[in-house]
Structures are given as C-alpha cells and as structure tokens.
C-alpha cells in the first residue's frame, strides 16, 4: 500500500537531490558541528505576541510564497535578527 506523502517545497528539494545522486557524505567532525548548529537552533519558548493585522497577513503570504509556515517564517526572522 502506497501513501500520498504532501511534501513541502524544500522536502523535494532534498528528495531531487538524494535521487540525483548529489548526496555527498560527510564526515564525523562535520556531523557533530551540524548537529550543535541544528541543536543551537531548536525552538523551545513560546511568544504570543500581538501584531498589526495587515503586517501578519503580509508575513502569511511571503511565507506561502516560500512554501513554509508562518510561525516559521517569523521563528526564522526573530533569529536573524538576534544574531
């Protein structure tokens, strides 16, 4: 039995590449530094924020855009702009 699986823009991306043959193994280091960035990276507050409703709905739509969520998209902006 096959599933249907909706994949988002950037999980295609990642397929096409795996399929193409594009994968390039890593080695343990490199690994270890992806996996701190990617823990460094992990969300574990939450925000309820109040925001002007012409700004939210133009935040919705640059992130459909992207093909993303919107939480995500303004997860991602708050952490650029942190830095």
Same mark, same amino acid.
């Given at each position: 039995?096959?599933?249907?699986?909706?994949?988002? *823009?950037?999980?295609? !991306? /990642?397929? =096409? +590449?795996?399929?193409?043959?594009?994968?390039?193994? @890593?080695?343990? *280091?490199?690994?270890? !530094? /992806?996996? =701190? +960035?990617?823990?460094?990276?992990?969300?574990?507050? @939450?925000?309820?924020?109040?925001?002007?409703?012409?700004?939210?709905?133009?935040?919705?739509?640059?992130?459909?855009?992207?093909?993303?969520?919107?939480?995500?998209?303004?997860?991602?902006?708050?952490?650029?702009?942190?830095?």
């Amino acid at each position: 039995m096959s599933r249907n699986i909706k994949l988002t *823009k950037q999980e295609k !991306e /990642i397929e =096409k +590449v795996l399929l193409s043959g594009e994968f390039v193994d @890593v080695d343990k *280091k490199e690994l270890e !530094e /992806i996996s =701190k +960035v990617i823990a460094r990276r992990k969300k574990d507050a @939450v925000l309820n924020i109040r925001v002007n409703s012409q700004d939210l709905e133009s935040i919705k739509r640059k992130a459909k855009k992207l093909g993303i969520k919107y939480q995500t998209f303004i997860s991602e902006l708050l952490h650029k702009v942190a830095l």
